[in-house]
């Protein structure tokens, strides 16, 4: 039974002639843009953790917990971008948008690069939080315009695990720089990492500007027939029409349960992620001055890999289970609990600990998951809802992260970080809690929504019969 299911699964031929074809064409040309934007948006973000430890604390004088501040300065511009960002690419076109935004983080990256002390980081980093906030919550908007709930997980995490590439490679990256860069015209390899990663997303942005489709209301895409825009616009459901920005749309989002229980979804998931997000297993490292700067590059790689991993088994096992995205909460609860009793553990072995943060990072699942899920549940509701909820349940989450990172996973806390473990032994419980209530909600509106469609047929077949017997009459 499961192997028929699997394989019906797999090869499913799509309802509308032609629709097999349009779905490569934008799988093509979304997700490789989009996956090439956020692997350089994840780049630039996570080699300040690689030059951190690469030589950047010594040369700029860091000292205390000056690392984190930088990074809840980010978080700050990341979350002032986040609600903006969206309802931009609802009315601008996004192949104008994203790039736009790609060149202005780039330069930054680059400018990094001058940095003299760590409060010129700071300055940049709140910037480039800005710019950068465009990619993540703009992406999930676009893919849940494109893709039905079919396609949309897979879709999701072929895209959340091209940030974690770029996680993972921007270690090999600063390895292989500081290798054969470190002191090249006079600077020093971290500073050339900046460098690098800032001329990466140059050719990439103008890949964006040349074929991204836009969405398919506005697409005017030359590789995209006629026939095929109205297909792509048949295949997700008609959603309200447009209405204006002004305090009745406010009163709606405000009034709207979906923003709340996706909203404090994320804010609770976000901080589940705290141990990768945070590069705890680097800091720990560091702490203890026994590795190498290649070995403190390229060991925290298996985190991420890890994350890839666990993204694309579950956003594709939701997928074949019909949506059913609540699982990877109750996962991520089990993960949180268990990996952070391994760390506490007052005679945990290195090899357990290291264990514990590899295994800590299949969480990353729950970004793919968790957005498909809001973009699944809101199929129906007018776009500009979609967008701001989708915008600020990340938002939400970067705010929170804000100040919760310094909390409990400041640098001088390594390296057992015991606040911040018993935080996450808290945050993972109380996800188990929050995903089943919200899994209450969504699936009570499916059903109120089929038997309002149901109601409403029947009306349309009695109108009819009525009718058809007058006319006889």
Same mark, same amino acid.
């Given at each position: 039974?499961?192997?028929?299911?699997?394989?019906?699964?797999?090869?499913?031929?799509?309802?509308?002639?032609?629709? @097999?074809?349009?779905?490569?064409?934008?799988?093509?040309?979304?997700?490789?843009?989009?996956?090439?934007?956020?692997?350089?948006?994840?780049?630039?973000?996570?080699?300040?953790? &690689?030059?951190?430890?690469?030589?950047?604390?010594?040369?700029?004088?860091?000292?205390? &917990?000056?690392?984190? *501040?930088?990074?809840?300065?980010?978080?700050? @511009?990341?979350?002032?971008? *986040?609600?903006?960002?969206?309802?931009?690419?609802?009315?601008?076109?996004?192949?104008?948008?994203?790039?736009?935004?790609?060149?202005?983080?780039?330069?930054?990256?680059?400018?990094?690069?001058?940095?003299?002390?760590?409060?010129?980081?700071?300055?940049?980093?709140?910037?480039?939080?800005?710019?950068?906030?465009?990619?993540?919550?703009?992406?999930?908007?676009?893919?849940?315009?494109?893709?039905?709930?079919?396609?949309?997980?897979?879709?999701?995490?072929?895209?959340?695990?091209?940030?974690?590439?770029?996680?993972?490679?921007?270690?090999?990256?600063?390895?292989?720089?500081?290798?054969?860069?470190?002191?090249?015209?006079?600077?020093?390899?971290?500073?050339?990492?900046?460098?690098?990663?800032?001329? /990466?997303?140059?050719?990439?942005?103008?890949?964006?500007?040349?074929?991204?489709?836009?969405?398919?209301?506005?697409?005017?895409?030359?590789?995209?027939?006629?026939?095929?825009?109205?297909?792509?616009?048949?295949? !997700?459901?008609?959603?309200?029409?447009?209405?204006?920005? &002004?305090?009745?749309?406010?009163?709606?989002? +405000?009034?709207?349960?979906y923003w709340y229980g996706f909203v404090m979804l994320w804010i609770?998931?976000?901080?589940?992620?705290?141990?990768?997000?945070?590069?705890?297993?680097?800091?720990?490292?560091?702490?203890?001055?026994?590795?190498?700067?290649? *070995?403190?590059?390229?060991?925290?790689?298996?985190?991420?890999?890890?994350?890839?991993?666990?993204?694309?088994?579950?956003?594709?096992?939701?997928?074949?289970?019909?949506?059913?995205?609540?699982?990877?909460?109750?996962?991520?609860?089990?993960?949180? !609990?268990?990996?952070?009793a391994m760390i506490l553990n007052p005679h945990a072995s290195t090899?357990? !600990?290291?264990?514990?943060?590899?295994?800590?990072?299949?969480?990353?699942?729950?970004?793919?998951?968790?957005?498909?899920?809001?973009?699944?549940?809101?199929?129906?509701?007018?776009?500009?809802?979609?967008?701001?909820? /989708?915008?600020?349940?990340?938002?939400?989450?970067?705010?929170?992260?804000?100040?919760?990172?310094?909390? +409990?996973?400041?640098?001088?806390?390594?390296?057992?970080?015991?606040?911040?473990?018993?935080?996450?032994?808290?945050?993972?419980?109380?996800?188990?809690?929050?995903?089943?209530?919200?899994?209450?909600?969504?699936?009570?509106?499916?059903?109120?929504?089929v038997t309002e469609a149901q109601v409403e047929a029947g009306d349309?077949?009695? +109108?009819?019969?009525?009718?058809?017997?007058?006319?006889?009459?």
């Amino acid at each position: 039974m499961a192997f028929t299911r699997i394989r019906e699964y797999i090869s499913k031929p799509y309802e509308h002639p032609g629709e @097999g074809k349009l779905v490569r064409k934008i799988d093509f040309f979304i997700l490789t843009f989009c996956c090439l934007m956020y692997f350089t948006n994840y780049l630039d973000r996570s080699n300040l953790a &690689n030059a951190y430890v690469s030589g950047m604390k010594e040369e700029l004088g860091f000292v205390g &917990n000056q690392y984190n *501040q930088i990074n809840t300065v980010f978080t700050v @511009g990341y979350v002032v971008g *986040q609600v903006p960002s969206n309802l931009a690419l609802y009315h601008l076109k996004p192949r104008i948008f994203f790039p736009s935004m790609m060149i202005i983080w780039g330069a930054l990256t680059m400018l990094t690069a001058a940095a003299h002390h760590p409060r010129d980081i700071m300055a940049i980093r709140f910037f480039q939080g800005i710019a950068e906030s465009s990619t993540f919550v703009g992406t999930h908007y676009i893919l849940g315009s494109w893709y039905t709930a079919r396609e949309l997980g897979k879709r999701s995490g072929i895209f959340t695990s091209s940030g974690l590439a770029g996680t993972m490679f921007g270690g090999f990256l600063q390895t292989a720089i500081h290798s054969s860069l470190n002191g090249a015209k006079g600077l020093s390899g971290w500073r050339w990492l900046f460098i690098i990663d800032g001329l /990466i997303t140059i050719p990439i942005a103008i890949y964006g500007l040349l074929l991204f489709p836009d969405t398919p209301s506005t697409t005017s895409a030359f590789y995209l027939t006629s026939d095929e825009r109205a297909l792509a616009i048949s295949r !997700v459901p008609e959603v309200p029409e447009r209405r204006p920005w &002004n305090l009745d749309f406010v009163k709606r989002v +405000f009034s709207s349960w979906y923003w709340y229980g996706f909203v404090m979804l994320w804010i609770i998931a976000g901080e589940t992620e705290s141990f990768s997000s945070n590069s705890l297993l680097a800091l720990y490292m560091k702490s203890t001055t026994r590795y190498s700067v290649a *070995q403190l590059n390229n060991y925290p790689t298996g985190v991420p890999a890890v994350g890839i991993v666990s993204t694309l088994f579950w956003a594709t096992l939701t997928d074949f289970l019909g949506g059913k995205r609540y699982l990877v909460g109750y996962w991520i609860g089990i993960t949180g !609990v268990v990996t952070s009793a391994m760390i506490l553990n007052p005679h945990a072995s290195t090899a357990s !600990v290291f264990g514990a943060y590899y295994w800590a990072g299949t969480v990353y699942a729950c970004q793919a998951t968790f957005f498909a899920w809001a973009n699944d549940a809101m199929r129906w509701e007018e776009d500009s809802l979609r967008a701001v909820v /989708i915008a600020s349940m990340n938002c939400g989450s970067n705010a929170v992260n804000a100040w919760w990172s310094i909390l +409990f996973y400041s640098a001088n806390f390594a390296p057992k970080f015991t606040k911040g473990m018993w935080a996450m032994i808290g945050t993972s419980i109380a996800l188990v809690i929050w995903t089943g209530g919200l899994l209450y909600m969504t699936t009570k509106a499916e059903k109120k929504r089929v038997t309002e469609a149901q109601v409403e047929a029947g009306d349309e077949k009695n +109108f009819e019969a009525d009718a058809n017997a007058d006319a006889k009459v």
